[in-house]
T-cell receptor, first 113, second 111 residues
Framework: NAGVTQTPKFRVLKTGQSMTLLCAQD?????MYWYRQDPGMGLRLIHY???????AKGEVPDGYNVSRLKKQNFLLGLESAAPSQTSVYFCASSYPGANTEAFFGQGTRLTVV | GENVEQHPSTLSVQEGDSAVIKCTYS??????FPWYKQELGKRPQLIIDIRSNVGEKKDQRIAVTLNKTAKHFSLHITETQPEDSAVYFC??????????FGPGTRLSVLP
């Protein structure tokens, strides 16, 4: 039982490049989330999904796209990376409804130069 | 949507003393308030949570209190130990769809 696994753990991108972050969970959770963490700003929600095939925007969605084609996977895409997207990205999952524990992945440290 | 504020941003206590972190939320419809601990370089992990129908919850040295009328909740850590040093985040649910987190409190327990 691996919980929530993020791939990759570290990445350096050049401005304008694209990439996809993969989040996989093996707990059969319905809800999945992508957050970014910046110093002094806590965890800010980028996008979330309440079930397979669904996605919704969070607080800071600009510059990101997501897909949830399979229940266990939630992908975060950056089409044209910008230095402002330098951050630590966390994926999380929970049972239906944001009223139970959210389990986090180990994080992806992304640097855009 | 929900907005969560958290104070203080940094807190230093002597080992063995108590630590208190306070959060306020904006949406009276919120019903679930978890607290997460994040050690340096690690993922956030749940340490305690409270639901709107409960005023207080304890788990060994950790307790959380909730005042729904005032829309604030607090984390209390007693008999602090060096391993309590970390960043603590409070959160509230946003209409049951996702979690809104406070900006975090960096707790340092001094030996």
């Amino acid at each position: 039982n691996a919980g929530v696994t993020q791939t990759p753990k570290f990445r350096v991108l050049k401005t304008g490049q694209s990439m996809t972050l993969l989040c996989a969970q093996d707990m059969n959770h319905e809800y999945m989330y992508w957050y970014r963490q910046d110093p002094g700003m806590g965890l800010r929600l980028i996008h979330y999904s309440v079930g397979e095939g669904t996605t919704a925007k969070g607080e800071v969605p600009d510059g990101y796209n997501v897909s949830r084609l399979k229940k266990q996977n939630f992908l975060l895409g950056l089409e044209s990376a910008a230095p402002s997207q330098t951050s630590v990205y966390f994926c999380a999952s929970s049972y239906p409804g944001a009223n139970t524990e959210a389990f986090f992945g180990q994080g992806t440290r992304l640097t855009v130069v | 949507g929900e907005n969560v504020e958290q104070h203080p941003s940094t807190l230093s206590v002597q080992e063995g003393d108590s630590a208190v972190i306070k959060c306020t939320y904006s949406d009276s419809a919120s019903n679930y308030f978890p607290w997460y601990k994040q050690e340096l370089g690690k993922r956030p992990q749940l340490i305690i949570d409270i639901r709107s129908n409960v005023g207080e919850k304890k788990d060994q040295r950790i307790a959380v209190t909730l005042n729904k009328t005032a829309k604030h909740f607090s984390l209390h850590i007693t008999e602090t130990q060096p391993e309590d040093s970390a960043v603590y985040f409070c959160a509230g649910d946003n209409y049951g769809q996702n979690f809104v987190f406070g900006p975090g409190t960096r707790l340092s327990v001094l030996p």
